[in-house]
């Protein structure tokens, strides 16, 4: 089906893109870009904005959105703004 299990990431599908870069898929962030020399950096384009995958954290996997300025677990695909999400 070309969906992977990705150890930090969770559920994704993967699509190749243009030098080396890499495009994506997890329904609770749709479409985001990466290289292997960017990552855990990533580009969402749904905010047209930088993301951060930051890791586990508490049993939650966080990702800090720079433009918006919030944490976004992945665990339950909701956006969080408090100091308690880290």
């Known amino acids: 089906s070309g969906w992977i299990l990705h150890l930090q990431l969770g559920w994704i599908y993967p699509s190749p893109g ?3 870069s890499l495009w994506l898929w997890k329904e609770s962030l749709g479409w985001v870009w990466t290289k292997s020399d960017l990552f855990p950096f990533l580009f969402r384009t749904e905010t047209q904005g ?7 954290f ?5 990702l800090f ?5 919030i944490w976004i677990r992945l665990d339950d695909s909701q956006s969080n ?3 308690n999400a880290r």
């Open 18 to 20: 243009e030098n080396g």
């Open 50 to 56: 930088w993301i951060y995958f930051y890791g586990e």
């Open 58 to 62: 508490m049993k939650k996997r966080l």
């Open 65 to 69: 959105d720079y433009g918006q300025g």
């Open 81 to 83: 703004e408090t100091e």
